[in-house]
């Protein structure tokens, strides 16, 4: 069973950083695209940075700069850093795979998710 777990969200203050982790079981990375997205209440979910099977990383605008996603294979966990925070970073952050287009980026369609992570940037 392919599941994903993700950790490490929290609360705060803009300007700082955070680091997400997503734990994945049941698959191998290399087939995958997998990426990190993120959603508010009463907004679409939306892409924030996805890496594909051969490491190829794709980074929303608003984030490119700030953000970095990295993965430790031997631990089948992938990680978002997260640094200068804003209040529009607000979310909960999910990690997702998306087995049909392993190589596929930077629009990527998950089958699979987790429950996500509450980021909360304040003032």
């Known amino acids: 069973e392919v599941q994903f777990e993700e950790s490490g969200g929290g609360l705060v203050q803009a300007g700082g950083s955070l680091r997400l982790s997503c734990v994945g079981s049941?698959?191998?990375?290399?087939?995958?695209?997998i990426g990190w997205f993120r959603q508010v209440p009463g907004m679409e979910r939306e892409g924030v940075v996805c890496?594909?099977?051969?490491?190829?990383?794709y980074y929303q605008d608003s984030v490119a700069g700030r953000f970095s996603i990295s993965s430790d294979i031997a631990k089948n966990t992938m990680y978002l850093q997260m640094n200068s925070l804003k209040i529009e970073d607000t979310g909960v952050y999910y990690c997702?795979?998306?087995?049909?287009?392993?190589?596929?980026?930077?629009?990527?369609?998950?089958?699979?998710w987790g429950r996500g992570t509450q980021v909360t940037v304040s003032p």
């Open positions: 890496i594909n099977g051969i490491g190829d990383t």
């Open positions: 997702g795979g998306d087995r049909k287009a392993p190589l596929g980026g930077p629009h990527i369609s998950p089958d699979y």
């Open positions: 049941g698959f191998t990375f290399a087939d995958y695209a």
